[in-house]
């Protein structure tokens, strides 16, 4: 009873393509997938759906009462028409409520003459109203018959019946449920009953619950019974959710459903079923294997995916993987690798090998013996004679040579015995376990195409520089050179390259970061008889300072709340009681998922991958402890699903240290002593600080430098300066007073020309010199000259001076400065015109030196005298007045 949308024509189907089913006209899709993918030449999944009858959804009939009434008296006035002689009577019944009867049932009687009826009375008619709440249960949505007769409104003879109108009855009480919630929209007919006739209701329900009558959520009480049903909140089911490459199966058998089935997106599942979750050939599984619906919702964190399946590298027997590649080694789909064999066998394949989907591609790597092929006329060789059949194919290193008292790494791991062959590109570090030679005691070696570079050392040579430190037995020294380990000496760090240590010295190792390195050697070396006991400790980066390759070890990243951590000396974490610690072990999520292993059972900690904001939940794997106490102490290992692993000893203990003695003076940004506590320290009284600054709680418990001191400071005098040519004057010895410099004439000051006193009581360095300072010479400026000849020094003065009928535009002086650069550019020379005088009892309007060219001066003389000459003159383009200067004389009128 089934279809596919590739209709029968369509034979085959390439890989990757998707086919949908479909069912035959009156039939619909009940369970199964609702369509598959040809993967491999093999459809996914391989249960086909099953197709069922389908059932027509009920339809309500929406007129109105008033159209359904007319709707009946217009069939009974048609079949009383069809009758002979209109003697007739049609009896019209209900359709039956059994599901046999699929047509409405009528029988009708002769009414003439000598025939009798005795199915119905003649003068029955229909009861209306009856046949409209009928009409509502009907299947079909069609009018059913009623029984009777009944007479058209408005005929001969006919009247409507008249009485009182009928009240249905109530409703049923619907439940009160606290996650349900009623809202009465509109009232039914008897106010004293809740659930009238006629009552509209609202039902809403709480989160994780449904309305069985849709989303609309209202009903209507009619006639006793509820429209379109009883209403109620019920548990909402879940949808299975889409995955690629995903497969939805169920997990036990209820209800007549069997376990093991394929679920397809349209299956419901109901509330507190168990879905089991795989995938398909070639994938693995990216999250929880089991989902259970909870209220409609599934109850994971996140949802489950499939990602590509990684492939394992199996062992070559007499070949070697390249490029550092080894047997075990996980490479994730798509990677690929090359391999070589050893001579006189020939590879399964000469293409790279590619991981596609969990399986190596085109073949398993192996090597099989060369059995050689024979050419006629040829020499009696391999190939051939002139065939090179290792044309192309590096050579690999036979093993190195060992160094007595030294340990063999092969790219970062330890050297086993078993091994003889190491392809090209292998690197091998030497460490030598102890010598007189101090730090200088590791070098490498690197195969390429069948021999070994790289100078080779000798942990029993002895380095010329340290013979006579070698032979005196009471001191040891000690060189900081090995990078990422930091050492500790009475709980400081070590950060000078050479030291030298008395005999019986201490020191303590530990890498830089814990979670992102790991330690080989001792962490604890002791100076006995000029040598350092113990092995020599090296760091080496994890995964994450490797690119997050799957051949190194994990690396732990670590965040705290509501506490502080820190690392010991020793290497260990101490977390601080109450806190709450992260700790993200990275590792490519779609090469599987890490575990962690605890060394106590004291309680189950909660890890999965991280889903807070900012944090890569495709790279780390978190385990937190939350409030974190004694009984949390212990070591916790991140292991890889290659196997790899790093482990973390966490010691969880309240760490204080001392009190803070009292000081006259001294000032504390706080008083806590917690581990990790920073305390700012100032004197308060106007003194120096003798000491540090700011000191920090130390994981050991002690402050991180002694607590200081406020002693009052001062500055020495600066009497006798180095330069003869350099004047100081102090204003202030105290610290923060300064002292200001000069120089003498010709000098000018090269540095600071002020410094500062500072706590240490001395002055801020570097003091300034004065150095001989000349300008060159300025110029002299057109139409003028200059006053003053000869070398020009810091501080001399140039006067500039224009001639005749000019005027000065600019500084008439310049000095030269320290810096070597004039005050100010040279002035200008411009025409102009002279002071013209003043007229003998009368007044003028400016009185200047010199006037610019088109300048005006109006002349007025005293009251009772008049004016012989112009009253205005003008300063024209050849420096001359453009009259003469007027005269005031008596009136003669006077």
């Known amino acids: 009873m089934g279809l596919y949308d590739y209709r029968p024509y369509v034979r085959k189907v390439t890989n990757n393509k998707q086919i949908m089913y479909d069912c035959n006209r009156g039939y619909v ?88 009826n005795t199915n119905a009375k003649a003068d029955d008619v229909p009861d209306v109203d009856a046949e409209v709440d009928e009409i509502e249960k009907t299947p079909d949505g069609s009018p059913p018959a009623g029984e009777g007769r009944k007479k058209p409104k408005g005929s001969k003879g006919g009247k409507k019946k008249t009485g009182p109108r009928k009240v249905g009855k109530p409703c049923d009480t619907l439940a009160q449920e606290i996650y349900t919630k009623v809202e009465i929209v509109k009232p039914g007919r008897d106010p004293n009953i809740t659930y009238s006739h006629g009552v509209v209701v609202k039902v809403s329900c709480q989160q994780g619950y449904g309305v069985n009558i849709g989303e609309n959520g209202t009903a209507r009480c009619a006639r006793g019974k509820w429209k379109p049903d009883k209403p109620h909140c019920r548990i909402l089911p879940c949808f299975v959710p889409h995955s690629e490459h995903g497969i939805f199966t169920r997990s036990t058998t209820e209800n007549g459903r069997t376990a093991g089935t394929v679920l397809n997106e349209t299956t419901e599942i109901s ?23 909870w209220h409609g919702q599934w109850a994971v964190s996140s949802l489950p995916d499939c990602t590509p399946a990684p492939c394992e590298l199996p062992h070559i027997s007499h070949g070697q ?25 020939k590879p399964s394949t000469v293409a ?30 391999k190939a051939g004679g002139d065939v090179d059949y290792l044309s192309g194919l590096r050579g690999s290193c036979g093993p190195p040579a060992r160094v007595q008292g030294s340990l063999i790494f092969k790219n970062g791991e330890p050297l086993t015995e078993t091994e003889r062959s190491f392809p090209d590109g292998t690197e091998v570090t030497f460490n030598c376990i102890a010598s007189i030679m101090g730090e200088k005691t590791s070098w490498r070696i690197v195969c390429e195409d069948g021999s070994w570079l790289g100078r080779s050392l000798n942990c029993d040579m002895e380095d010329p520089q340290d013979s006579s430190a070698a032979k005196d037995n009471s001191t040891c020294i000690f060189r900081n050179t090995e990078p990422n380990v930091v050492t500790f000496y009475r709980d400081q760090p070590i950060k000078e390259d050479v030291v030298e240590f008395m005999s019986g010295t201490v020191l303590l190792f530990r890498c830089a970061d814990i979670g992102k390195y790991a330690m080989i050697g001792s962490s604890r070396r002791r100076c006995s008889q000029g040598e350092w006991d113990g092995q020599r400790p090296v ?74 904001p900012g944090r ?18 212990g070591t916790f290992t991140c292991i890889t699903p290659t196997r790899h692993t790093h482990s973390v000893e966490i010691q969880v203990k309240a760490v204080h240290c001392p009190e803070f003695p009292a000081r006259r003076g001294l000032k504390l940004s706080t008083q806590n002593t917690k581990m990790n506590t920073r305390v700012m320290l100032t004197c308060a009284n106007g003194n120096s600080l003798i000491g540090a600054p700011e000191i920090v709680c130390l994981p050991s418990g002690n402050w991180s430098a002694p607590v200081p001191v406020c002693e009052s400071m001062e500055c020495p005098d600066l009497g006798n300066l180095p330069d003869t040519n350099l004047r100081s004057t102090i204003l202030s010895r105290e610290v923060g007073g300064q002292v200001m410099f000069s120089c003498t004439q010709g000098f000018g000051l090269i540095g600071p020309a002020h410094s500062t006193c500072l706590p240490a009581g001395e002055w801020a360095a570097p003091l300034p010199q004065c150095k001989e300072v000349q300008c060159d010479k300025p110029g002299v400026p057109e139409n003028g000259y200059i006053q003053g000849q000869g070398v020009y020094k810091a501080g001399d003065l140039v006067q500039f001076n224009c001639n005749p009928d000019h005027m000065m535009e600019g500084q008439p002086i310049i000095a030269c400065q320290e810096n070597g650069r004039w005050s100010g550019i040279v002035p200008r020379c411009v025409q102009a015109c002279a002071y013209p005088g003043t007229a003998i009892s009368g007044r003028m309007s400016s009185v200047k030196f010199y006037y610019q060219i088109n300048e005006t001066v109006t002349f007025t003389c005293d009251d009772g005298l008049i004016m012989q000459g112009a009253s205005m003159l003008k300063c024209q383009h050849n420096g001359k007045w453009s009259n003469a200067v007027p005269t005031c004389v008596t009136s003669p009128l006077s």
């Open 29 to 116: 899709l009940s369970d199964g997938p609702p369509g598959a993918t040809c993967v491999g030449g093999r459809w996914s999944p391989k249960q086909l759906p099953r197709c069922v009858p389908g059932q027509h959804p009920r339809l309500r009939w929406s007129r109105s009462v008033r159209s359904k009434r007319a709707a009946l008296l217009h069939q009974w006035l048609r079949v009383r028409r069809a009758m002979p002689g209109g003697q007739s009577t049609t009896v019209m019944r209900k359709t039956a409520p059994s599901p046999k009867n699929n047509e409405n049932a009528a029988s009708a009687g002769s009414r003439g003459r000598g025939g009798t």
């Open 271 to 293: 509330h507190n079923e168990v879905v089991e979750f795989s995938c398909t050939a070639g994938y693995n599984v990216q999250g929880p294997g089991n989902l259970k619906c």
């Open 321 to 345: 993987y390249l490029l550092g590649y080894r047997a075990g080694l996980t490479i994730g789909n798509g990677s690929s690798v090359m391999f070589q064999c050893d001579v006189e066998y």
């Open 352 to 381: 790279p090998v590619e991981c596609v989907l969990g399986e190596l591609r085109p073949h398993t790597p192996s090597c099989r013996k060369d059995g050689g092929e024979y050419i006629t006329g040829g020499d009696i060789t």
């Open 539 to 612: 760091c080496f980066g994890l995964n994450q300072e490797n690119d997050y390759a799957l051949e190194k070890p994990p690396t732990i990243l670590f965040r705290h709340q509501l506490g502080p951590i820190a690392q010991s000396n020793e290497g260990t974490l101490i977390v601080y009681p109450g806190s709450i610690l992260h700790m993200e072990c990275l590792w490519i999520r779609r090469f599987g998922t890490p575990k962690w292993v605890v060394s106590h059972n004291y309680r189950k900690y909660p890890e999965g991958w991280s889903s807070d």
């Open 616 to 633: 890569d939940s495709q790279l780390e794997y978190r385990l937190s402890i939350f409030h974190a106490s004694r009984d949390d102490s």
